[in-house]
């Protein structure tokens, strides 16, 4: 079982649609992000969870609702996205949210969604 | 604001050739930083992490080093094979944030590297 695993792998959705994607890690760590990476562009931190509470959101639309129920699994919930908001969507877990720590973040091999 | 650039964009090399990749950031008040391997379709995997006390690290034959004064990285890659073509990012942790939650890493764009057999 790999450290992050994300489903679905690819994801069509109408601009009406709502679904919701999902992460679960294998390594027992405290802290959970979502990432998006556009075409030409750095990763964007979106959401960072620790224990699962959010501690971080990184004005981001509130069509993205994310939800972490407990330490190994986070979803992220969309409702009436836009175009632009294809990407490809990443989770990734670490050790710790306190960076003084320096625990690598380890990523799972993202969703790649398209809104149409 | 902290930035962090990636040169060059892309690199094609000959297999066997050592090369050498740059980041450079902005502020040098870093906790960290880390260099990861993105493979077309896939997620990050990470490579190296330097410590914002150290200088360098080694992983197999490839070595990281960090000037955190001057902002600047370098992953070098040694006796290249076509397995490594991926695209490699770097990514620093600020230390100047005033907030402690979230590693809010501060990713380049990534050096696209094609290594031709």
């Known amino acids: 079982e790999t450290g992050v695993t994300q489903t679905p792998r690819h994801l069509v959705m109408g601009m009406t649609n709502k679904k919701s994607l999902k992460c679960e890690q294998h390594l027992g760590h405290n802290a959970m992000y979502w990432y998006k990476q556009s075409a030409k562009k750095p990763l964007e931190l979106m959401f960072v969870?620790?224990?699962?509470?959010?501690?971080e959101n990184n004005s981001v639309p509130s069509r993205f609702s994310p939800e972490c129920p407990n330490s190994s699994h986070l979803f992220l919930h969309l409702h009436t996205l836009q175009p632009e908001d294809s990407a490809l969507y990443l989770c990734?877990?670490?050790?710790?949210?306190?960076?003084?720590?320096?625990?690598?973040?380890?990523f799972g091999n993202g969703t790649r969604l398209t809104v149409t | 604001k902290q930035e962090v650039t990636q040169i060059p964009a892309a690199l094609s090399v000959p297999e066997g050739e050592n090369l050498v990749l740059n980041c450079s950031f902005t502020d040098s008040a870093i906790y960290n930083l880390q260099w990861f391997r993105q493979d077309p379709g896939k997620g990050l995997t990470s490579l190296l992490l330097i410590q914002s006390s150290q200088r360098e690290q080694t992983s197999g034959r490839l070595n990281a080093s960090l000037d955190k004064s001057s902002g600047r990285s370098t992953l070098y890659i040694a006796a290249s094979q076509p397995g490594d073509s991926a695209t490699y990012l770097c990514?620093?942790?600020?230390?100047?944030?005033?907030?402690?939650?979230?590693?809010?890493?501060?990713f380049g764009k990534g050096t696209t590297l094609s290594v031709s057999s």
């Open positions: 990514a620093v942790s600020p230390s100047s944030l005033e907030k402690q939650a979230g590693t809010a890493l501060i």
């Open positions: 969870y620790s224990l699962e509470e959010r501690v």
């Open positions: 990734a877990s670490s050790g710790s949210v306190n960076p003084q720590y320096n625990s690598p973040l380890h």
